[in-house]
């Protein structure tokens, strides 16, 4: 039997999904008026903190605009844009949740790597940014052997308890990969430190490694903060 996990589901996001739902079963439209703050906590039943968290991410969403004073106003009504908006802004979190993991774990890997790499896995990693160039200048997806080489770095620190580590959250960790916010080419803008780190690391040069990491990291940070869905 197939055994699924269960996501856990904050308040707060269960408010705002009936929230929508509210909005598209009254049908109403851009501009119209939502209740009260205290007359939604009475109707779905949850506490006040609840209910502003709610709004305060649905007004991020853009899909209402509270009024001081005024009101609750909607501002989209469009289910299926609803829906995109809120899948790409909890990917987005999601992502930057793990990089901060990721900064911390790889980062000690590149650092170690750069004292312990041997002549065998350097000659393994050239290789492997060899294909890398290829592939890039295809225009072909690079998202697979970008993933190898990280997985290179780690190795290269030559330390199995921080290679398991990150091994028990690889589930997470490859989501960088595997068609981050529906494009597999989305980091494509950090290729070049790629090769920037691991020459560092090569050279055993480990300030120039990590700071050539941390340009990466913060490239793909940029990335994720920036990132706005096509479809909203």
Partial sequence: MAVHKIQKILVHEQVSQEIQNYIHDEKLKEGD????????????????????????????????????????FVLEVDTFRFSGKV??????????????????LEGKAVELASQRITAGRVKEVRRCLEEYRRLKENGEDTSKVDLTFH???????????????LNSVSELYEKFFNDPLGDKQLFDATYEFHFTMFDAI???????????FN????????????FKSTEA
């Fill in 87 to 104: 899948k790409v802004e909890r990917e987005k979190q999601s992502l930057l949740a793990i990089l901060e993991v990721r900064k911390a």
């Fill in 151 to 165: 997985r290179h770095i780690i190795k290269a620190a030559n330390n199995p308890i921080l290679e398991t580590v």
């Fill in 215 to 226: 340009k990466l990291m913060n490239a793909i940070e940029i990335i994720i903060k920036q």
């Fill in 202 to 212: 090569a050279s055993h040069d480990t300030e120039t490694a990590m700071e050539e």
């Fill in 33 to 72: 008026k939502l209740p009260s703050v205290t007359e939604m906590t009475q109707m779905f039943g949850v506490g006040r903190s609840s209910m502003r968290e709610a709004l305060r991410y649905l007004e991020a969403m853009e899909i209402i605009r509270v009024e001081n004073g005024k009101g609750i």
